[in-house]
Nanobody
Framework: VQLQASGGGSVQVGGSLTLSCEAS????????WGWYRQAPGKQREKVAD???????YYVDSVKGRFTISGDNAGNTGYLQMNSLKPEDTATYYC?????????WGQGTQVTVSS
C-alpha cells in the first residue's frame, strides 16, 4: 500500500486549503485516516484523525477550522483547512490504518503568510 499526499501550498492568513491522501495497492476493508504536521524545530503532532466508524479527533488548535474526512470508496482521505493562521505552517503528513497496518504518505508543505 502506498499513500500519496497532495494539496499543500502557500496561502495568506485566513485562506483555505484541502489536503488529500490517496491510498493505492491492496486495500481491503475500511480505512482510518490521520493527519500530522511538523513545523521546523518542533515535534510532529497529530492534527486530526477519523476512525473507520467516522469518529473524529482534532487537536485543540484546529478545532472549528479543520475538517477531516475519508472517502473509502475512493480510498482517499481529506483535511479541509479553513481560516489558516501562520502557526499552521508546517509539513503535513497523512497516515492510514488499513488491515491492521499503518502506512504513511510523504509530506506536503503548507505555508501561511500574513
Amino acid at each position: 500500500v502506498q499513500l500519496q499526499a497532495s494539496g499543500g501550498g502557500s496561502v495568506q492568513v485566513g485562506g483555505s486549503l484541502t489536503l488529500s491522501c490517496e491510498a493505492s495497492g491492496s486495500i481491503f476493508g475500511a480505512i482510518a485516516w490521520g493527519w500530522y504536521r511538523q513545523a521546523p524545530g518542533k515535534q510532529r503532532e497529530k492534527v486530526a484523525d477519523i476512525s473507520s466508524g467516522s469518529i473524529t479527533y482534532y487537536v485543540d488548535s484546529v478545532k472549528g477550522r479543520f475538517t477531516i474526512s475519508g472517502d473509502n470508496a475512493g480510498n482517499t482521505g481529506y483535511l479541509q483547512m479553513n481560516s489558516l493562521k501562520p502557526e499552521d505552517t508546517a509539513t503535513y503528513y497523512c497516515n492510514a490504518l488499513i488491515g491492521g497496518w499503518i502506512y504513511w504518505g510523504q509530506g506536503t508543505q503548507v505555508t501561511v503568510s500574513s
